[in-house]
């Protein structure tokens, strides 16, 4: 009797071990099978936020390959800074560079460097648009964008970066030199390359604006080109001098050519006796506006042009443009720029209206470029 009695406990125990063991399985199963679940719905979510951010900012940043006219140019100089403060806020990479002398070939063969070397934006100030047609469509072929800048294209090209129009820039130097010269005399202009097309246009707007009535005493004599080379522009200015000794006036819509005829006037006794205005840094133009040499100048600024022609090739490579006349552009801190269409140029951004220097604020402005 004890046995059975001793049998049937140990049977009910086992029974009741078993079916907690059983109850507690149970339990812990549920919620893993749950959790499982759960991850399995977030994985692909997450991974199509990843992608989407690869897309928008790839971790290592766009290659910018910068050609400029030429190395040396303090214009150029300056607009490396603005160029190289948009790249670091946009976490690209430029490379700044450009030939000894400002010539075709010279850009041909960096731009052929930058397509081996398979970056993602090449973007050229021309020294010949014609000339660099062919090796920037060759890039284009090769999956690489191209914006020009500073100086107008209207193949090869997918977008371009302009100066304040070649209108306002070309009227507003004949403006300052009939004031200059009190609207009377002989003048000439000493341009950099008669192939620049940023010149040209220049001078055609200047031309335009002589029409006015107000400038009937005024003659423009000769046009004469200084290849934006230094000793070439002074030479060029010495020159004017001895040909036209009734000279009054020198328009130079260069930074090159006008440093260097402003030390031309100087060397010949001729500052103050012969008016100089038209394009200038205000680091290397500081003295001769205070000194009368050149009386005022005008510019826009380099820096910001470097810069918005970075946010532009940005802005190229991400799709937020595509270069379409009415796209608008992110400038930074240049502000919301609009794709315009003009005549003879590839879709145009336009920065803004020039600065007139003179010798009660250019203390304020030498320092900065």
Known sequence: ????????????????????????????????????????????????????????????????????????????????????????????????????????????????????????????????????????????????????????????????VDNPSAEGLGRIEVQ??????????????????????????????????????????????????GDDLREKSYNEAMGLFKSYPDLKGIISPTTVGIAATAVALKDAGLNGKIALTGLGLPSEMAEYVKDGTCGMMALFNPIDQGYLAVYAAHAMMTGEITGAIGETLDGGRMGEKVIEEIEGQAPTIIMSMPFIFNAENIDEWKEVY
């Open 1 to 160: 009797m004890r046995k059975s009695l001793l049998w049937l406990l140990v049977i009910v125990l086992s029974i009741s071990m078993i079916l907690a063991f059983s109850l507690n399985g149970c339990k812990k199963e549920v919620p893993v099978e749950k959790t499982e679940e759960v991850e399995e719905e977030a994985a692909p979510a997450e991974e199509a936020v990843e992608e989407e951010v690869a897309k928008e900012a790839p971790a290592e940043g766009y290659t910018i390959g910068m050609i400029v006219k030429n190395l040396g140019n303090p214009f150029f100089e300056a607009a490396e800074k603005g160029a190289k403060e948009a790249a670091a806020e946009l976490g690209d990479e430029v490379i700044f560079t450009g030939p000894d002398t400002p010539t075709a070939e010279g850009q041909i063969a960096l731009i052929d460097a930058f397509i081996a070397q398979k970056v993602d934006v090449i973007a050229p100030v021309a020294n010949d648009p014609d000339a660099l047609i062919p090796i920037c469509k060759k890039a284009q072929d090769a999956g690489i964008k191209v914006v020009a800048w500073n100086s107008p294209m209207s193949e090869g090209v997918d977008i371009y």
């Open 176 to 225: 300052m030199l009939g004031e200059l010269m009190d609207y009377e005399g002989e003048f000439a202009i000493l341009s950099a390359a008669a192939t620049m097309p940023n010149q040209n246009l220049f001078i055609e707007w200047m031309k335009e604006e002589l029409k006015d009535p107000k400038y009937e005493k005024m003659e423009l004599v000769t046009t004469v080109y």
